[in-house]
Nanobody
Framework: QVQLVESGGGSVQAGGSLRLSCAAS????????MGWFRQAPGKEREEREF???????????YYGNSVKGRFTISRDNAKNTMYLQMNRLKPEDTAVYYC?????????????????WGQGTQVTVSS
């Protein structure tokens, strides 16, 4: 079992930056591939948008097209924590951001591939 807790959300003006954190607990959390998804206002859970994913060794990582070049995913297995550095934020980045983990080394952009989810943290970007 893996528990995930996000933090770092907030309100920022367009062009600003935020860093999200995801603290993981559980015996094998460091061996899981992890990812970030977001759910925009008015969207259903099934419509969560893929943001980024990183494998257990913090090597291979993959980004959604809408955030590529602006967001950076990283993880520190010694701290059991994953991060999402978000730069040059836009109003369309406004969403609840979710941390997720899957009991596999493989990367995936599909929400259904993930086994564990956090409760989410709100990010609001004003123009």
């Amino acid at each position: 079992q893996v528990q995930l807790v996000e933090s770092g959300g907030g309100s920022v003006q367009a062009g600003g930056s935020l860093r999200l954190s995801c603290a993981a607990s559980g015996r094998t959390a460091s061996s899981y591939a992890m990812g970030w998804f977001r759910q925009a206002p008015g969207k259903e859970r099934e419509e969560r948008e893929f943001v980024a994913t990183i494998n257990w060794s913090a090597g291979p990582r993959y980004y959604g097209n809408s955030v590529k070049g602006r967001f950076t995913i990283s993880r520190d297995n010694a701290k059991n924590t994953m991060y999402l550095q978000m730069n040059r934020l836009k109003p369309e980045d406004t969403a609840v951001y979710y941390c997720a983990a899957r009991a596999s080394e493989g990367l995936s952009a599909m929400p259904g591939a993930y086994d564990y989810w956090g409760q989410g943290t709100q990010v609001t970007v004003s123009s």
